[in-house]
């Protein structure tokens, strides 16, 4: 499985200049990693921004690669179309792979 895992309001949270992790999706993306999972991080503030917030929440080992969020995509197939693309929330993410995490 290849997950994409966004940085902001996906594994922390900003107030201000404050920069407030958000523990349960931490220990998902450990987690998925554990399990199997290939994991991207990636931002709109583009993958240095994505790499520097890995290491600063200590999940840089858990990560494949870095990336910026795209503008556009262009494939063939519209997103609907994809066989096992899901959308999931932060909150969910935990429970992605169900009974296989412990």
Not at 29 to 54: E, F, H, N, P, T
Not at 92 to 102: F, M, S, T, V
Request: net charge neutral; glycine share 6%.
């Amino acid at each position: 499985m290849v997950i994409f895992v966004d940085v902001d309001d996906t594994l922390v949270r900003s107030l201000g200049t404050k920069r407030i992790p958000i523990p349960r999706a931490i220990e998902a993306v450990r987690k998925l990693k554990l399990q199997g999972a290939i994991l991207y991080c990636w931002s709109s503030g583009g993958s240095d921004y994505a790499r520097v917030a890995a290491e600063e929440l200590g999940l840089s080992d858990c990560f494949a690669g870095y990336l910026p969020k795209p503008d556009v995509i262009i494939d063939d197939q519209p997103f609907q179309d994809w066989r096992r693309l899901r959308h999931v929330y932060p909150l969910q993410a935990y429970n992605l792979l169900g009974d296989r995490i412990e």
